[in-house]
C-alpha cells in the first residue's frame, strides 16, 4: 500500500524550531520528487520546498521560506525531513508531503499525498 506519513508537527514560538518527517511506504521515494506544501487556515495550498527525484538532489524552496527551511532526505530510511527554522506565525498551518515526477508547486501533478501535519507558530 502507497502511503506517505507526516509527523513532527506541533505549537512552537515565534523564532522557533521544528522538524517535520515524510514517511513513504510501499514504494522508494529516490524515484520521486518530494513536496512539502503548505494550507494556512482560510488560505489555498502553497508549494513551500522540494527535493528533487534527479541524482543532482537539487532542492527548492519558496521564496518565504529561503534561507529558513531546509529539506533533505534519507535514502535508508526512506523519509524526507523539512527543518524549519526562525519560524513566523505566517507559517502556521497544515504541511502536507507529496510526490511527483518532478519539483513543481503544481499541486495537480502530485501522485501522492500525506494527510498532513499542523504546525502552529504563536507566542
Known amino acids: 500500500q502507497v502511503q506517505l506519513v507526516e509527523s513532527g508537527g506541533g505549537l512552537v514560538q515565534p523564532g522557533g524550531s521544528l522538524r517535520l518527517s515524510c514517511a513513504a511506504s510501499?514504494?522508494?521515494?529516490?524515484?520521486?520528487?518530494i513536496g512539502w506544501f503548505r494550507q494556512a487556515p482560510g488560505k489555498e495550498r502553497e508549494g513551500v520546498s522540494c527535493?528533487?527525484?534527479?541524482?543532482?538532489?537539487?532542492?527548492h524552496y519558496t521564496q518565504s521560506v529561503k534561507g529558513r527551511f531546509t529539506i533533505s532526505r534519507d535514502k535508508a530510511k526512506n523519509t524526507v525531513y523539512l527543518q524549519m527554522n526562525s519560524l513566523k506565525p505566517e507559517d502556521t498551518g497544515v504541511y502536507y508531503c507529496?510526490?511527483?515526477?518532478?519539483?513543481?508547486?503544481?499541486?495537480?501533478?502530485?501522485?501522492?499525498w500525506g494527510k498532513g501535519t499542523l504546525v502552529t507558530v504563536s507566542s
Open positions: 510501499g514504494f522508494t521515494l529516490d524515484d520521486y520528487a
Open positions: 507529496a510526490a511527483s515526477d518532478f519539483c513543481t508547486w503544481y499541486s495537480h501533478a502530485m501522485h501522492y
Open positions: 527535493f528533487s527525484s534527479s541524482d543532482d538532489g537539487k532542492t
